[in-house]
Each structure stands twice: as C-alpha cells, then as structure tokens.
C-alpha cells in the first residue's frame, strides 16, 4: 500500500538526484550541446575521419624516400669451395657469414599512381567529413524532436490537470446542490465517474511525460534513468528564416546537404582509382643507392657503395591491369547513378518538410479557433446547469470538447516545432532550431 509517507520518500528521492545533476535545467540549448558532446555515435564518426586523415598521411608519405636497413647471418654447413683440377679444392669463403646494408629509394615518376592514390586518400577524407557532419545533424534533430515530445507531453499534463481542476469544481457544486436539494444523486454520480476518468488520464499523461524524458535522455547521449530538469526556455521561439518558397528550399539543400558532397567526395576518389589503375600500364622510374657495412665472405668484392636508376614496365600480365582500368570506370558511373539518386531523394524529403510545417501552421490556426469556441460553450453551458436549462450530461460532453480542443492545440503547437526541424534537417543545416 502506497503511503504519504512513501510518497514523501520518493520526494526526497528525486530532489536529492536533482542536486547531484548539478541543478541543470534543460532548455534546447544545454540539450543540444549535451547531445552533441556525449553521443557515442559521434565518437564512431570521429574516429571513421582520424582513420581517413591517417590514410592520407600514408598516401603522402609516398612521396619521400625510403631508406631500409637490414641485418643477416647466414651459416654453411661448410666453408665455402670448389674442385679445380689439378689445383684442387679452393675454398672461397667461411661458414659464417654476416650481412648489414642500408638502402634508399626515391620515386622519380609511378606513372600517375602516387598522386591518384593522394587524390583518394583526400576524397575519402571529405566524405569522412561530410558523413560526421550529418551524423551530428541527425544527433541534434532528435535531441530537438525528442525535447519538443517532452514539451508536448508536459502540455498534455496541464490540459488533464485543467480538465480535472474544473471536474472537481464542478463535483464540488453538485455536492452542494444535492444538500440543498437542488440536485440529483444521479448528476452526482456522472460527475464522480468523470472525475475518475479524468485522474486516469492524468495519470496516463504524467507517464507519457516520463517516458519521453527518458526518450530525451537517451536521445542526447544519457542513460535512459538520468534524471533530468526540462525547461521551456525562450532560446527555441527564437527561430531562423526559412526558405521562402520550395525551390529555394531545394537548391538550398541541393548545396548544403553532406550526404551529396560525401557522395561527390566518393566520386573524386572514383575517378582517381582510374588513374591508379592505368598506372599499372606505364614504366616507373626510381633512383636507388645501397651502401653495404658487412657482406657474406663468398659474395666478389664490388665495393661498399652501389647506385642507380631503375625502371621497371608491366610488359603483359594477361590483361589484368586493363580490368582494372575498366572496373574504375564501371564504379565511377555508378557512384554518378547514385548521386542522381540522391538529388532526387533530397528534393523529395525537403517538398514533404515543407509540407509538414505549412500543415502544422495551418492545423495551430484551425486548433485556436476551435479552443475559443469550446471555451465558449463550456461557459455557457455551465450557465445553463447552474440554471436548469442544461443538464450534467451536456456540461460533461462540453468540458470533453475543450479537452479535445486544447489537446489539439498542444499537439500543433508542438508539431509545428518539430516539422521546422526535421526541415532544417533536409535542408543541410547545421543548427535545428
């Protein structure tokens, strides 16, 4: 059985996580910059662009020379000989034999691999860059959705507990009434069953409440039991400009979107992968030099230091470097297919944003009338009870209406904030307010 003592317990309970949290209340602004430095999906982005900017190192790296070093032992089962009649045996080396040498490479031409492997790496770089970019419009998105959930549900609880205010009020008169004769046990009754109802949906309310709280938490990085203070401060009224009209919109996001420069990154690096595979089927020249500090006994004697110039040619390797070059090209022409794709898809989702905000607007218009003329009839009907022209029943479908109503309201007030966001999310923007 719960008690008010319980109940005082679980008060203190809740106050006491409040102060851990540092008493921070949470507007849009502190949820928005919550999310975006503890959501983990981020830190998986970040790491996809330190992975890429280490690949580019890589590629450059390829530029400078190379100096190797290496150290040997080798021994023969016996010194090394040969029979020469009628010499006899001539033995021209031992059977322990070291070998250290230092060598340096430069690449004097790769036959345009280097710098398209370069032109890869810095593409694959972009595009690492422009899907961190949409993943933290996609983190700030649902922190912002998830935070107007939270305000449309806390607006779902005043509209129950106004509701209630009035059924108990109205419960209340009636009890007086009934002492005085005046009323019905009947009318009575009705209103106790509507009082219940309405602490139900009450209930139901605060829970919804609590539930997308936890949606929030989650939403900005949080375990789902992080306590949190969700304030309606006045920084998410302060909205930007949105496009004018829909192709503004579209070429707006036809520009900004990170998805379409990842996608035009990705055919950058296409487009290089052509030449690294065409430079399998051009000469590459190098320069090399090679000083000897120890060298195996059995080996002649040429002198500690060796230089010179390479060239090297694929003269046939059974048409495989020419498959490459193919594959290239066959893989830039659908990256091209799917960027058409793409385009496509952006104008579709900005033109069903756009849509969602201008029938949000209209539904707010529609949902204030309506709270007007329900509070309207609300008043005069309670007039009429009070004075027997109307009866209990009509005064109960009345209040349901306004409930209704205001309910309505709350929800396109709401939704109307959420449809800007997610348009601001299809337009590329970098900030969701």
Wanted: glycine share 8%.
């Amino acid at each position: 059985m719960f008690t008010i003592a319980m109940l005082g317990g679980l008060l203190v309970s809740l106050a006491s996580a409040a102060q851990q949290e540092g008493g921070k209340r949470y507007g849009l602004n502190l949820v928005l910059e919550t999310a975006l430095s503890n959501h983990p999906s981020l830190r998986g982005e970040e790491a996809r662009v330190d992975a890429s900017r280490a690949q580019l190192r890589q590629a450059k790296a390829g530029y400078s020379p190379r100096l190797d070093a290496s150290l040997g032992y080798t021994q023969l089962d016996r010194d090394p000989q040969f029979a020469v009649p009628p010499f006899g045996t001539l033995i021209f080396g031992e059977t322990d034999n070291k070998q250290a040498d230092l060598t340096a490479q430069y690449p004097l031409w790769t036959g345009g691999k280097l710098e398209g492997v370069h032109r890869q790496a810095r593409a694959g770089l972009e595009a690492a860059h422009a899907i961190l970019d949409r993943q933290r419009q996609k983190v700030v998105l649902n922190a912002s959705t998830s935070y107007f959930s939270v305000l449309k549900s806390r607006g779902v609880v005043r509209v129950m507990e106004s509701q209630l205010s009035f059924l108990q009020a109205q419960r209340n008169d009636i009890v007086r009434m009934v002492e005085q004769g005046v009323g019905t046990r009947i009318d009575l009754l009705r209103a106790e069953t509507a009082v219940s109802a309405s602490e139900e949906g009450l209930t139901r309310a605060r829970n919804g409440e609590s539930v997308a709280v936890a949606a929030l938490a989650n939403a900005m990085g949080l375990a789902a039991d992080h306590t949190l203070t969700v304030v309606e401060s006045p920084s998410f009224q302060q909205l930007d400009r949105l496009p004018q009209d829909l192709s503004e919109a579209i070429a707006e996001a036809l520009a900004h979107r990170p998805e379409v420069a990842q996608v035009a990154a990705t055919r950058k690096g296409a487009l290089a992968g052509i030449q690294v595979a065409k430079s399998s089927q051009r000469p590459t020249v190098g320069l090399f030099a090679q000083y000897d500090a120890e060298r195996p006994t059995f080996m002649p004697e040429t002198g500690d230091w060796s230089a010179g110039i390479a060239l090297k040619m694929n003269i046939f390797d059974g048409g495989g470097a020419k498959t490459h070059a193919i594959e290239a090209r066959a893989q830039v022409k659908q990256i091209e297919a799917a960027l058409e794709e793409l385009r496509n898809g952006v104008t579709l989702q900005v033109t069903q944003a756009m849509l969602n905000v201008n029938s949000a607007a209209e539904r707010i218009k529609t949902a204030q009338k309506a709270v007007a003329t329900a509070d309207e009839g609300v008043r005069l009907i309670t007039l009429g009870y009070k004075n027997g022209v109307n009866t209990i029943t009509d005064l109960l479908a009345a209040q349901s209406e306004l409930t209704g109503a205001r309910t309505d309201q709350n929800s396109a007030t709401f939704d109307w904030h959420t449809a800007r966001s997610e348009l601001q999310y299809a337009l590329g923007r970098d900030e969701v307010r």
